[in-house]
Structure formats: structure tokens, C-alpha cells
């Protein structure tokens, strides 16, 4: 009888062991939501990828599209808990509604205004796009797109706005413009150097000159309303590292100090 009850409490010891094990569960992983602008997709999905392996408890997942589309979703309450903005006005309008942790906000990066062709284009400067065999232009949307923006503005500049309009397709983001010239729907398209350096379907005409334009700034902030602030504020901190600083300057991007 008593080699029955010893074996029984080993058996209940054993049994409240693997249930104790069995019990613990993973803790869950901290998802962050960055929104940022279409122009750093291909940086964003690189500083994902060093930043999980470093960070095994937190989720990077990206919204990118284009600034002002990110900036009127943030607005109406879609989830975010960074913005990385590739125009400043789209974040004072978020820090004019107080949806920004003021504190946080830094311009992270630094970027160049090109026209752009495809390969075989004969095109050599901007005013070239006035001549009848240019037909189409694209740039992005002005009133949402920052690059689109620019672009308005560096043509108005030039004096050639109001003779190249009749011609231009407006795209939802940059990046849409850097496809309609690689596929050959528009003769010449005008997007960030770091956008033209993805591609080697096109050529770099021309830089927009100094001055035509405001200076292309990507300011970031943490958003307000986030639940993963501390969260945030570090991936934010990671993206000024010089981890970060290899990747950004890997795409061409300038980075601000």
C-alpha cells in the first residue's frame, strides 16, 4: 500500500510538473505601426528585418503610401504609432491638431528632386519635356504627395508649369510615377534620386536646381495616441543608429543630423 502512494504522488508530481510547463505561454510581441512615406519602401523593409532580429518581442508592420494619404488616415483615427512623413507640411498639420508627441518629432532624412526617362529617352534637360514628342508627364498628386509637391513647384519655377500641365498624369505616390516611366505610359516622370536608384529602367535627366523647391525633409514623430509609446520611441532612436544610417545612405538618402 505504501508503494502504491509513493507511486501515486510521483505520478501527481510528474503530471503537475508538465502542466506547469505546458502553461507557460509565450509572451506576446509588441506590433508597431509606421507610417511612412511610399519613397522608403525599400529602406523600411531592410530596417524592419535588422531591427526584429534585434528586437525579438516587438512587430514592425508599415503603412506606406503616400504622406498626405497617411497624414488625413492618422487624422480620421487609423491605427499608427509612428508617422515618417516625407514632407514637413504634412506633419505640422498633425502637430497643429496636437495628434504628435511633440517632443518626438525629428527630421530624420534629406532627399533630391530628379526628371526621370526611360532608357532610350533623348530627353536632356527640363525644358526639353515642352517639346511636342514629349506627350506625357507624371508627377504625384500635389495636394497629397510631397514629391508631387516639389515637382508643382520646381516647374512653376522654371516657368514651365503652366505649358507642361495639359500633359501630366497625376499618380497616388511616387512610386506609382517611377512605374508609369519604366513601363513606358509616360515619356518623363519627376520622383526622389533615391526612387530612380531602384531602377534600371530609367535614366536620371536632370536635378531639379538648387532653390526651385523647398528642401525634401522626412520628419518623423511618435503619434499621440499610441499605446506602445516607449515602444515607439526606441524604434524611433534605432532609426537614427548607425545601423540605420548604413541602410538609409545604402538607398541614397541623405541623413540629417
Given at each position: 500500500?505504501?508503494k502504491?502512494l509513493?507511486?501515486?504522488?510521483?505520478m501527481l508530481?510528474?503530471?503537475?510538473a508538465?502542466?506547469g510547463?505546458?502553461?507557460?505561454?509565450?509572451?506576446p510581441k509588441?506590433?508597431l505601426?509606421?507610417s511612412?512615406?511610399?519613397?522608403?519602401?525599400d529602406?523600411?523593409?531592410e530596417l524592419k528585418?535588422?531591427y526584429e532580429?534585434?528586437?525579438?518581442?516587438?512587430?514592425?508592420t508599415?503603412?506606406l503610401?503616400a504622406?498626405?494619404?497617411l497624414q488625413?488616415?492618422?487624422?480620421e483615427g487609423?491605427p499608427?504609432?509612428l508617422f515618417?512623413?516625407?514632407?514637413?507640411?504634412?506633419m505640422?498639420a498633425?502637430?497643429?491638431?496636437?495628434?504628435i508627441?511633440?517632443?518626438?518629432?525629428?527630421?530624420?532624412?534629406?532627399n533630391?528632386?530628379?526628371?526621370?526617362?526611360?532608357?532610350?529617352s533623348?530627353l536632356?534637360e527640363?525644358?526639353?519635356?515642352?517639346?511636342?514628342?514629349?506627350?506625357k508627364?507624371?508627377?504625384?498628386?500635389?495636394?497629397?504627395?510631397?514629391?508631387?509637391?516639389?515637382?508643382?513647384?520646381?516647374l512653376?519655377?522654371l516657368?514651365?508649369?503652366?505649358?507642361?500641365e495639359?500633359?501630366?498624369?497625376?499618380a497616388?505616390?511616387?512610386r506609382?510615377?517611377l512605374?508609369?516611366?519604366e513601363?513606358?505610359?509616360?515619356?518623363?516622370?519627376l520622383?526622389?534620386?533615391t526612387d530612380a536608384?531602384?531602377?534600371?529602367?530609367?535614366?536620371i535627366?536632370a536635378?531639379?536646381?538648387?532653390?526651385?523647391?523647398?528642401?525634401?525633409?522626412?520628419?518623423m514623430?511618435?503619434?499621440?495616441?499610441t499605446?506602445?509609446?516607449?515602444e515607439?520611441?526606441?524604434?524611433a532612436a534605432?532609426?537614427t543608429?548607425?545601423?540605420?544610417?548604413?541602410?538609409?545612405?545604402?538607398?541614397?538618402?541623405?541623413?540629417l543630423?
Amino acid at each position: 500500500m505504501k508503494k502504491i502512494l509513493i507511486f501515486l504522488a510521483l505520478m501527481l508530481f510528474v503530471v503537475a510538473a508538465v502542466t506547469g510547463c505546458g502553461g507557460e505561454k509565450e509572451q506576446p510581441k509588441t506590433e508597431l505601426n509606421v507610417s511612412a512615406a511610399a519613397s522608403l519602401t525599400d529602406a523600411a523593409g531592410e530596417l524592419k528585418t535588422i531591427y526584429e532580429k534585434q528586437h525579438s518581442d516587438v512587430t514592425i508592420t508599415y503603412n506606406l503610401a503616400a504622406s498626405g494619404t497617411l497624414q488625413k488616415q492618422i487624422e480620421e483615427g487609423a491605427p499608427a504609432d509612428l508617422f515618417i512623413s516625407a514632407g514637413k507640411s504634412q506633419m505640422d498639420a498633425l502637430a497643429q491638431k496636437g495628434l504628435i508627441v511633440d517632443a518626438s518629432r525629428k527630421d530624420l532624412l534629406g532627399n533630391e528632386l530628379v526628371l526621370i526617362a526611360g532608357k532610350d529617352s533623348k530627353l536632356t534637360e527640363f525644358n526639353g519635356m515642352t517639346d511636342a514628342s514629349v506627350e506625357k508627364i507624371s508627377i504625384g498628386t500635389p495636394e497629397t504627395v510631397p514629391a508631387g509637391k516639389y515637382a508643382k513647384d520646381t516647374l512653376t519655377a522654371l516657368k514651365l508649369w503652366e505649358q507642361l500641365e495639359p500633359k501630366m498624369v497625376l499618380a497616388k505616390d511616387v512610386r506609382q510615377v517611377l512605374t508609369y516611366v519604366e513601363t513606358g505610359n509616360v515619356d518623363a516622370g519627376l520622383v526622389y534620386r533615391t526612387d530612380a536608384a531602384t531602377s534600371n529602367n530609367v535614366k536620371i535627366v536632370a536635378a531639379a536646381p538648387a532653390g526651385s523647391s523647398a528642401p525634401v525633409v522626412y520628419p518623423m514623430a511618435v503619434i499621440k495616441s499610441t499605446k506602445h509609446q516607449k515602444e515607439a520611441e526606441a524604434f524611433a532612436a534605432f532609426l537614427t543608429s548607425d545601423d540605420a544610417v548604413k541602410v538609409f545612405e545604402k538607398y541614397g538618402f541623405k541623413v540629417l543630423k
